[in-house]
């Protein structure tokens, strides 16, 4: 029961990371305005994400707008899109695979190795979409802190930290944990249960030997 807890939990955790793998792709706020001196426009808001921009005004309805070309974008734009979309293909396969390995389904059987192998390999995956979530989320982030203690950098084209970062990096830590959970199950199932046999065979030995006693005085009656 408590394996099978564990297994939910594990998928729930998975779940939720997959779950804000998407959304954090989808999501414009990843650079977001950043009031700071007196010439910015405080009634107005900017996001920037990996897609489009938005900008927000007052009385006015958001406006957002898809980047015009691929080529013109920053680098280290261009290599977020490529990695979180491949983070979104992998968390995929990771629930799956996780569902398909657990304890309460019956695809592979009642085969406690391959059910390990397939939670273990579920784990991995796991953990590694975490770790890839975290390479253009941490990297964003870095580029942002720095342009704002950039002197260098105008005032208009500082950003801060939008929402999408910071959910990213929830949804890697909800990864790796449910990644952990899963990746448990393997080294658990992968310890050998001899005290069961150990303790068959210790016993049998004494039960021919009072056989055998009472076969020798029997004989010896006679």
Known sequence: MAC?????????LGGIGMIGTFAITAMPQWRVSAFIEGNIVVFENIWEGLWMNCAYQVNIKMQ???YDTVLAL??????????MCFAVMLSVIAFLTAIIGMKCTLCVGDNKQVRSNILLAAGIVFILTGLLILIPVSWTASNIIGDFYNPAVHAGLKRDLGAALYLG????????IGGAIFCSFYSC??????????SHSCHRPHKFEDVEMKSTTKHAYV
């Open 189 to 198: 199932a992968g310890k050998p249960r001899t005290w069961g046999y150990s």
């Open 64 to 66: 957002c707008k898809f």
């Open 74 to 83: 920053p680098p280290i734009l261009e290599v977020s899109r490529g990695l």
């Open 4 to 12: 099978w807890a564990l297994q939910i939990t594990g998928l729930i």
């Open 169 to 176: 990096w929830v949804s890697s830590a909800f990864l790796m």
